[in-house]
């Protein structure tokens, strides 16, 4: 069983006490001056890396609203132009040098209230990136988002795997966000469990965090908390005992990570 945790939960020398992989958070990576990849920086970033006997996996940039991401790196899958596409290659290029186990990708957004046609347009943008990572020998893994917000495609688990389905690439499958599908779902295990098992053949990654299941003013609900500390029923885990990637917590804090891990360990273990 492989255990991550996202690198702005911690130090990467705090990380490889804890973690065997380390998920290389991009938008707060601090490698980017605007658009442009400082390499000077990144450098550095890896140079660091080298030093820790870490695995790792990328998350791209993706669409975000708030004031703590980055503006020149919001990418929406459903709406890119070429200044995008760079920007995606460049987290694709970076899980080659690296050899990650995966590069994350958020789905689009709905565009101009046509669901439809944003669908369709996320579809092409997604089918242009699969080839993009075929040609570096990387897997793209497209996460599922919270229903709490409506404006985001893929929140539900028939359409995550439709999207999937219709790139029809050997290099993208799905990340399974398991905080945004409890979201999604109420709260309800059982629900939960039916999520899980729409996604299953398609999972390449697992996220894990916890929230309370119900939207708030917050990141609509979206809190990142630590797995054992909101309503997530982590026991779906064990619908997939086939999986052999990174269980990566999407956590905040070292504190949440040992937490997190301890509850993951100790949920998988049971028959």
Not at 67 to 73: C, I
Not at 177 to 189: E, Q, R, S, Y
């Amino acid at each position: 069983m492989i255990i991550g945790a996202s690198s702005f939960a911690g130090s990467l020398p705090e990380l490889k006490e804890q973690v065997q992989s380390v998920e290389l958070y991009i938008p707060k990576l601090g490698i980017y001056e605007g658009i442009e990849l400082q390499k000077n920086r990144l450098n550095r970033v890896l140079d660091e890396l080298s030093t820790c006997d870490l695995a790792t996996s990328i998350h791209a940039p993706y669409f975000a609203d708030v004031p703590t991401y980055p503006k020149e790196l919001v990418i929406d899958t459903a709406n890119m132009e070429g200044a995008q596409f760079r920007l995606m290659g460049e987290s694709i290029e970076l899980a080659n040098r690296l050899d990650s186990m995966v590069v994350v990708v958020h789905p689009g957004r709905i565009n101009n209230s046509n669901h439809e046609a944003s669908f369709l347009k996320m579809v092409e943008n997604l089918r242009s990136l699969a080839a993009m990572a075929e040609d570096c020998g990387v897997m793209l893994g497209l996460e599922n988002k919270e229903g709490t917000d409506h404006g985001n495609l893929c929140f539900s688990a028939e359409e995550l795997v439709k999207a999937v389905h219709e790139v029809n690439s050997p290099n993208l499958g799905a990340t399974y966000d398991v905080g945004h599908a409890n979201l999604t779902c109420g709260a309800d295990p059982e629900k939960l469990q039916d999520f899980t098992a729409t996604v299953l053949s398609c999972i390449v990654h697992i996220h894990l965090h916890d929230n309370s299941g119900h939207w708030t003013n917050e990141y609509a609900g979206d809190q990142h908390m630590a797995p054992g500390s909101g309503t997530v029923d982590f026991s779906i885990l064990n619908m997939m005992p086939g999986y052999r990637g990174i269980y990566n917590l999407e956590v905040f804090s070292m504190d949440d990570v040992i937490a997190g891990k301890d509850v993951i360990s100790r949920v998988c273990r049971q028959p």
